[in-house]
């Protein structure tokens, strides 16, 4: 099995068959009758370059969905690439403690096959020479991070990526504990590419979870989980982020003035332990209009 590529038929994980050649990844596996659904993704942050290799369906980056019932398949194959970004994102959950180094320099080799950069190579000599203890990477982050992400190789991969790429590996985790060091006006950008692809309000919500508590201003947060009158959303924002400003957040809600989304709020029990009197009061006004 290859890292985060996960193949479902009617919600039951499918083992696949794989070769690798032409710096291709081939995976085949085959489809009993009586099925309804096959579910494919990948970690478009890893891969690229899809292709199926039999038949012909419309796809998303990372995801592909067919309907079983209406198309009678009994077999199932497609190639895939792994591009530039696979050492940008395994090296960033690495420095966030997702593997140990044994595991990532495993990866890291197995990928190797399919993106043959010699840099790479280089780079996990020298992980592989690290004496590093996993038990306590937090007292040794400092030489971690000159030794893997301060260098020429690093920066040069990070150079090509886009905001949409970035995007994407930090908000592949709910929270990290060493998020990208970004700037003001890059998360303010990194919000907007959020709200033109998919999964729009959890990735916002897991752009503030990943920098909650640093600093920055959340307002464009707060004034779109508002403006989308999405209880959800809002409930875990106000319940899971530590710097939100209920007050801003308050005042946003009278401004719009909508008595239903209100009364929603003030029914919402994640939401109404965080307000305190003022802010109900507030509220309670406007619904008593």
């Given at each position: 099995m290859f890292i985060d590529i996960r193949i479902l038929i009617d919600s039951r994980k499918v083992d696949y068959n794989y070769m690798i050649?032409?710096?291709?990844?081939?995976?085949?596996?085959?489809?009993?009758?009586?099925?309804?659904?096959?579910?494919?993704?990948y970690d478009d942050n890893?891969?690229?370059?899809?292709?199926?290799?039999?038949?012909?369906?419309?796809?998303?980056?990372?995801?592909?969905?067919?309907?079983?019932?209406?198309n009678n398949i009994n077999f199932f194959e497609f190639s895939i690439k792994a591009n530039y970004k696979y050492y940008v994102k395994l090296v960033y959950e690495y420095v966030n403690g997702k593997y140990k180094k044994e595991e990532l320099i495993k990866i890291l080799k197995s990928l190797y096959d399919l993106n043959k950069e010699n840099e790479v190579l280089d780079r996990i000599?020298?992980?592989?020479?690290?004496?590093?203890?996993?038990?306590?990477?937090?007292?040794?982050?400092?030489?971690?991070?000159?030794?893997?992400?301060?260098?020429?190789?690093?920066?040069?991969?990070?150079?090509?990526?886009?905001?949409?790429?970035?995007?994407?590996?930090?908000?592949?985790?709910?929270?990290?504990?060493?998020?990208?060091?970004?700037?003001?006006?890059?998360?303010?950008?990194?919000?907007?590419?959020?709200?033109?692809?998919?999964?729009?309000?959890?990735n916002i919500w897991r752009l503030a979870m990943n920098y909650d508590g640093m600093g920055y201003d959340f307002s464009k947060i707060e004034e779109y989980f508002v403006s989308i009158k999405d209880i959800y959303y809002l409930q875990e924002y106000i319940s899971g982020v530590y710097q939100k400003n209920l007050d801003y957040i308050v005042d946003l809600l009278i401004?719009?003035?909508?008595?239903?989304?209100?009364?929603?709020?003030?029914?919402?029990e994640l939401i109404i332990r965080d307000l305190n009197n003022e802010h109900k009061n507030k509220l309670?006004?406007?619904?008593?209009?």
């Amino acid at each position: 099995m290859f890292i985060d590529i996960r193949i479902l038929i009617d919600s039951r994980k499918v083992d696949y068959n794989y070769m690798i050649s032409n710096n291709r990844l081939f995976i085949s596996f085959k489809i009993e009758s009586n099925h309804k659904k096959l579910i494919l993704n990948y970690d478009d942050n890893i891969y690229d370059d899809f292709k199926i290799e039999t038949g012909d369906y419309s796809y998303e980056p990372g995801y592909l969905e067919i309907d079983l019932e209406k198309n009678n398949i009994n077999f199932f194959e497609f190639s895939i690439k792994a591009n530039y970004k696979y050492y940008v994102k395994l090296v960033y959950e690495y420095v966030n403690g997702k593997y140990k180094k044994e595991e990532l320099i495993k990866i890291l080799k197995s990928l190797y096959d399919l993106n043959k950069e010699n840099e790479v190579l280089d780079r996990i000599k020298v992980l592989e020479e690290m004496n590093l203890d996993d038990k306590f990477l937090y007292y040794e982050i400092d030489k971690l991070i000159e030794e893997l992400l301060m260098n020429e190789y690093y920066d040069k991969l990070t150079d090509k990526m886009t905001d949409y790429d970035f995007l994407n590996i930090i908000t592949y985790n709910i929270s990290s504990n060493r998020p990208y060091g970004i700037d003001q006006k890059k998360l303010d950008e990194l919000i907007d590419v959020a709200k033109s692809h998919k999964d729009t309000n959890e990735n916002i919500w897991r752009l503030a979870m990943n920098y909650d508590g640093m600093g920055y201003d959340f307002s464009k947060i707060e004034e779109y989980f508002v403006s989308i009158k999405d209880i959800y959303y809002l409930q875990e924002y106000i319940s899971g982020v530590y710097q939100k400003n209920l007050d801003y957040i308050v005042d946003l809600l009278i401004k719009q003035n909508d008595k239903d989304f209100i009364k929603k709020v003030l029914d919402n029990e994640l939401i109404i332990r965080d307000l305190n009197n003022e802010h109900k009061n507030k509220l309670y006004d406007i619904i008593k209009m």
